[in-house]
């Protein structure tokens, strides 16, 4: 079975700190894509940080970045100089070289200032 | 630049009833994708097409019925609505499949009475 695994209902974090939310997935597939989304309150579901599997090198977006471990089927998200727009529900996801997505259970951030 | 656009984004119906959602994918998108997202719940993958025929098919119940019109806008029809239809429907799209990032709309919120 091809799961996504998010072991962290909820985090929180002081302002400017750094944070990592957690993702584990199974799959038998070599080629797929892991995808890091952001739900704010407002519900729209917001592309974070996107990973191809075939590549070695981390990713990285301004302050959000991976930690990409394959052989341990590990994505984690880290989260860098926390601010008060990054309080969210966190979805890691993979397409598992196919068409759709499948989500883990999601990490609630929230933002202590 | 354009987002993906759906409607209605709030819809209150009575059980048994019909509902009708839309999804207007972002211009020269080519592949378009519902999710459902239950209160509380990760997004569950529906249904998926490409280029106006249907690529892909998750959980969706057989009351349920989709299809891409010639204009790639896309419709999800839902009959015999039951309690636990209520949820955020989410449509998707993305030009290449999921690699290429799906860009989602913000949702039509059903609630079924």
């Known amino acids: 079975a091809q799961t996504v695994t998010q072991s962290q209902p909820e985090m929180s974090v002081q302002e400017a700190e750094t944070v990592t939310l957690s993702c584990t997935y199974d799959?038998?597939?070599?080629?797929?894509?892991l995808f890091w989304y952001k739900q704010p309150p407002s519900r729209q579901m917001i592309l974070v940080i996107r990973?191809?599997?075939?590549?070695?090198q981390n990713a990285t977006e301004n302050r959000f970045s991976v930690n990409f471990q394959k052989a341990a089927k590990s994505f984690s998200l880290k989260i860098s100089d926390s601010q008060l727009g990054d309080a969210a529900m966190y979805f890691c996801?993979?397409?598992?070289?196919?068409?759709?997505?499948?989500f883990g259970t999601g990490t609630r951030l929230t933002i202590i200032p | 630049a354009a987002g993906v656009i759906q409607s209605p984004r709030h819809l209150i119906k009575e059980k048994r009833e019909t509902a009708t959602l839309k999804c207007y994918p972002i211009p020269r998108h080519d592949t378009v994708y519902w999710y459902q997202q239950g209160p509380g719940q990760d997004p569950q993958f529906l249904i998926s097409?490409?280029?106006?025929?249907?690529?892909d098919k998750g959980s969706i119940p057989d009351r349920f019925s989709a299809q891409q019109f010639s204009d790639y806008h896309s419709e999800l029809n839902m009959s015999s609505l039951e309690l636990g239809d209520s949820a955020l429907y989410f449509c998707?799209?993305?030009?290449?499949?999921?690699?290429?990032?799906?860009?989602f709309g913000e949702g039509s919120r059903l609630t079924v009475l």
């Open positions: 996801a993979s397409n598992f070289g196919n068409e759709k997505l499948t």
């Open positions: 998707a799209s993305s030009l290449d499949g999921p690699a290429g990032e799906l860009f």
């Open positions: 097409f490409y280029e106006k025929m249907q690529s």
């Open positions: 990973q191809e599997a075939y590549k070695q």
């Open positions: 799959t038998s597939e070599s080629d797929y894509y």
